[in-house]
């Protein structure tokens, strides 16, 4: 099995973000981009909870000592996440922005649906099985953490973010160069509840068909409550779900700033061949490297050290 336990061990960060001066459109001159990215902070603080929680369910069932070790630090990476992402909700009040409505449909999606009762229906859960119904999230997970570890590796080889405010930045780039650190557990995790290969390759690529329409959506509905709200976003504010994707396209392609939905629908087909492994989407050392100079990790070890001094 491949782990990244077999390359180091994975483990919690101590980062510190100061998210109280952080300008409405953080990339400047481009309202699209920065609202999109501002969409983490709507969805991951429920989402990575929920990773958290489903995870924990999963580790006795887990046989193997390496891959063990790389969920438990996976729990501690994705905790850590959604902290970080809930702390930055601050800067939706700051500027005005109303999206606790968006962030409570968040919290039905993944404590309710994806919940321990399957939709939220208590009977489901003796009709799916409860085992059966641990693997299909482990799926989900699995599925969700494909994107954000290519997107993680999109975010390691851009550029583009250099002018962008330094704060946001970094949180992007912190938290998605410990996605493509930890990129292969999710997948090795989800692997490990199948006793055959066949039944795994159904259930992945069964899931796949599915996840990705239905996170496009969630996260450009995302955008959208923002821009709706943001008066300085011009022609943007008002525009449907086709035309504002056309529109991220466009000026993904021009500016890098987001990945484009080209890029992430290619990473959509490579994972429906039998040989796919995450393991083939990043490159870990990089990550490191990242994690290494970020800015809010040297900052909160510094801060560490002048305590214990």
């Given amino acids: 099995m491949t782990t990244m336990s077999q390359v180091h061990q994975l483990h919690g960060r101590k980062v510190k973000f100061d998210f109280n001066h952080i300008p409405k459109h953080w990339i400047e001159n481009d309202p699209v981009s920065t609202h999109m990215l501002n969409t983490a902070h709507m969805i991951l603080p429920a989402g990575e909870f929920w990773f958290c929680r489903v995870f924990n369910k999963a580790l006795p069932f887990v046989k193997d ?29 700051q500027h005005g922005l109303d999206v606790k409505p968006f962030i409570q449909r968040m919290h039905y999606l993944f404590e309710i649906l994806l919940g321990e009762n399957p939709v939220g229906i208590k009977m489901m859960k003796k009709v799916v099985g409860e085992k059966r119904w641990l693997i299909f999230r482990l ?26 405010d330094p704060i946001m930045a970094d949180l992007f780039r912190w938290h998605l160069a410990e996605e493509v650190e930890h990129r292969t557990v999710a997948y090795d995790l989800f692997k490990h509840m199948f006793e055959s290969e066949f039944n795994f390759q159904i259930s992945k690529n069964a899931l796949m068909t599915f996840i990705f329409p239905i996170m496009a959506a969630v ?48 990473a959509t087909i490579r994972w429906f061949s039998p040989k796919f492994h995450p393991v083939q989407e990043g490159n870990t050392q990089q990550a490191l490297d990242y994690l290494a100079r970020s800015p809010s990790a040297l900052r909160a070890e510094q801060e560490a050290t002048l305590k214990m001094a």
Avoid: C
């Fill in 65 to 93: 000592e390496q891959l063990k070790a790389d969920v438990k630090g996976f729990i501690q990476q994705e905790a850590i996440h959604g902290r970080t992402h809930q702390h930055a909700q601050v800067y939706f009040d």
């Fill in 219 to 266: 996260w450009v509905e995302g955008g959208k409550t923002i821009l709706k709200q943001d008066k300085d976003a011009g022609k943007f504010r008002h525009m449907g779900t086709l035309r504002l994707i056309m529109q991220m396209e466009k000026i993904s392609r021009k500016t890098d700033h987001i990945p484009t939905f080209s890029h992430l629908t290619l």
């Fill in 139 to 164: 799926g989900v997970i699995a599925a969700i953490e494909h994107y954000t570890g290519v997107a993680g590796q999109w975010s390691l080889d851009n550029t583009s973010l250099d002018k962008a």
